[in-house]
Structures are given as structure tokens and as C-alpha cells.
């Protein structure tokens, strides 16, 4: 069974900072997807950024960017220029390309603050 | 174009009662999937509808169940409520199942058992 692991339950970053968000997973697959998930306080939860498996090339969107290590199972997002509004609960997880199972395996999540 | 929408948004029973969740997907999705969010246990897959077909369904008692509409809407029950069912029910829509249709969250509805 395939399990995603986020080491860091909470981060914190000062405003317009860099912090990068650790995740590492658990898979005897080749194809998969891996995904960034925000969780805002009460509100409904938003894909940040996604990588496909087969692609070398590190997904980015905007300040959003990942590290995809497949040799090691890591993938980790970096946030750069933290604004207020990236305070949130970010689940990292994964989605196996074949088969019929398209579901979501997450993380545990980790919430991140960030400081004025 | 609306996003996902789920109703109630909070909800409380007791212990015993059964309940229903009602999803409505993004206009033109045809695949539903339901999970289960609390802080012991994280985000777990409850099951997934397409063309209301049960295609996959997750590590749950019978208890739990659901169903979808020929309009893609779907429902889930659960049945003899435990405190433990206490959480944050989530569903998501995407155009099908494919593992390239990105999946859009709705709001949850937060269950509370008393």
C-alpha cells in the first residue's frame, strides 16, 4: 500500500521569506502523481502544484515550486516571498497512474504560520 | 462557473442516528469522490461514483454508503452513528475518473456525533 509521510505537523516563516515543506512517500509503482495541497483555515482545500512521476522537470507554479526526488520517494514544496495568505494546512499527496484507483492518498499535513 | 457544493455544512447527531451528506459536483463532472477528514487519522478515501457506479471504495464499515444521481449529484450515509465518525466529510469532482483530471474540492460538511 502506498503511504505519504510529512515529518513537520507545523512551520512557521517570516512574511517574504523562503520555507520548504518536506514530504516523502512510500511506493512500489514506476507511474504516479504527486500533488500540493492548501487547506486555508474553514475553507475548501485547493491544489497548489502537481508532478507527474515520469517528468524529470521539477513542477513550478508562480512562488509555489517542488523537488521531486524519485530515487529517494521525496517531494518537497518550496514557498518563496511568503505572503499571509499561503497560511494553511498543506497536504502532500499521491495518485498511481494505472489500474482503476484514482484515489488520493494524503499526508498528515503540515500547517504552516506565517509572521507579519 | 460554481464550484463543488456540499450540504449541510454542519451537522449534529447522536449517537445511533444515521445521516446523510449531499455532494453536487462542478457542472459537467461525472466523477464523485467522498473522504473522511479528522486530526487522528488525516484525510482517508471513503469511495468514488462515476456515472452513478460505485467504481472504488475505501477501508470503511458497511455503515458507510452512497450512492449518485443520473445529474452526477451524490449522497453518502452513515448508518448507527459511532462518536468516532466525528469529522470533516470531503467531496471532490473532476470531469472522470482519469488520473489527468484534477480533482476540485468542495467545502465539507463538519459531523459532529454527540
Known amino acids: 500500500a502506498q503511504t505519504v509521510t510529512q515529518s513537520q505537523p507545523e512551520m512557521s516563516v517570516q512574511e517574504a521569506e523562503t520555507v520548504t515543506l518536506s514530504c516523502t512517500y512510500d511506493?512500489?509503482?514506476?507511474?504516479?502523481?504527486l500533488f500540493w495541497y492548501k487547506q486555508p483555515p474553514s475553507r475548501q482545500m485547493i491544489l497548489v502544484i502537481r508532478q507527474e512521476a515520469y517528468k524529470q522537470q521539477n513542477a513550478t507554479e508562480n512562488r509555489f515550486s517542488v523537488n521531486f526526488q524519485k530515487a529517494a520517494k521525496s517531494f518537497s514544496l518550496k514557498i518563496s516571498d511568503s505572503q499571509l495568505g499561503d497560511a494553511a494546512m498543506y497536504f502532500c499527496a499521491y495518485r498511481k497512474s494505472g489500474g482503476s484507483n484514482y484515489k488520493l492518498t494524503f499526508g498528515k499535513g503540515t500547517l504552516l504560520t506565517v509572521n507579519p | 462557473k460554481a464550484g463543488v457544493t456540499q450540504t449541510p455544512r454542519y451537522l449534529i447527531k447522536t449517537r445511533g442516528q444515521q445521516v446523510t451528506l449531499s455532494c453536487s459536483p462542478i457542472s459537467g463532472h461525472r466523477s464523485v469522490s467522498w473522504y473522511q477528514q479528522t486530526p487522528g487519522q488525516g484525510l482517508q478515501f471513503l469511495f468514488e461514483y462515476f456515472s452513478e457506479t460505485q467504481r472504488n471504495k475505501g477501508n470503511f464499515p458497511g455503515r458507510f454508503s452512497g450512492r449518485q444521481f443520473s445529474n452526477s449529484r451524490s449522497e453518502m450515509n452513515v448508518s448507527t452513528l459511532e462518536l468516532g465518525d466525528s469529522a470533516l466529510y470531503l467531496c471532490?469532482?473532476?470531469?472522470?475518473?482519469?488520473?489527468?483530471?484534477?480533482?476540485?474540492f468542495g467545502p465539507g460538511t463538519r459531523l459532529t456525533v454527540l
Open positions: 471532490a469532482s473532476s470531469l472522470a475518473p482519469g488520473i489527468t483530471y484534477e480533482q476540485f
Open positions: 511506493t512500489s509503482e514506476s507511474d504516479y502523481y
